[in-house]
């Protein structure tokens, strides 16, 4: 894709070792990256180590976390940082392939969208087998927001989230854990000024002993989450 470097892409780390500097580089093989912004969230297995050793890009922004504060944290203090137009976000793992990013931005820089979703479960795209609870899961809180904030996305709980910078500029996160992806959601689409677009992409999903982190217990979580934004003023 010919365009001008104007993405942001913030990675919340923690405990990935393994696989940090193998999504680094392949964000970062994108051209149309302006910055990458890692904030590792107090890991423990020499993650932040490894981060602070390496030789970086100089478009690779590094924070860091006296302690584990969750995933919204990080996120908090990635955005926190960001300069460029658009912004997406990025799990240190290999579930998702920055790749997608390649088709995720076009709507917005076409100037049709204001927030892209990346969706694992619309098809047309290398799926990894779901774990089958975390698929009903998933539908279950999906059809929840879509009934609650009268939408019709197909996985709100996906990672691959994009999006303008004034967009961001109006959400203020209150959530340190695995609620930020709710919480994000529910804001998106509380406020009907933002134009949503979904696009299929490829997910390359973990076991929980491959180093999987987010549970079942989340699902309780994230319920509160959708019901506490969509009635609070």
């Not at 969750?70 to 920055?98: C, N, S, V």
């Not at 996160?173 to 994000?184: A, G, H, N």
């Amino acid at each position: 894709m010919n365009a001008p470097k104007m993405l942001s892409v913030v990675i919340p780390v923690y405990n990935e070792k393994e696989t940090v500097l193998k999504i680094l580089e392949k964000v970062l093989r994108l051209d149309f990256v302006a910055e990458v912004i890692v904030v590792d969230d107090g890991s423990t297995d020499g993650t932040a180590g490894l981060l602070k050793q390496a030789s970086l890009d100089g478009r690779v922004k590094l924070f860091f976390h006296e302690r584990n504060r969750g995933k919204g944290a990080a996120l908090r203090t990635g955005f926190g940082h960001i300069t460029a137009e658009i912004a997406a976000i990025q799990d240190a793992d290999m579930e998702y392939d920055p790749d997608e990013f390649i088709e995720m931005i076009r709507p917005i820089w076409d100037g049709a969208a204001d927030v892209v979703y990346g969706s694992r479960l619309s098809g047309g795209k290398p799926q990894r087998v779901h774990l089958f609870w975390h698929r009903i899961g998933n539908g279950f809180l999906t059809f929840l927001t879509d009934l609650l904030y009268n939408t019709t996305l197909s996985d709100m709980e996906t990672c691959y989230k994009m999006f303008r910078r004034e967009v961001l500029e109006t959400i203020r996160i209150e959530s340190d854990d695995f609620s930020v992806e709710p919480e994000l959601t529910a804001k998106i689409c509380r406020n009907k000024r933002w134009r949503v677009y979904e696009i299929p992409i490829s997910y390359y999903g973990r076991s929980y002993a491959e180093g999987k982190k987010i549970s079942w217990r989340h699902g309780f979580t994230a319920l509160w989450t959708l019901l506490k934004y969509r009635f609070k003023k």
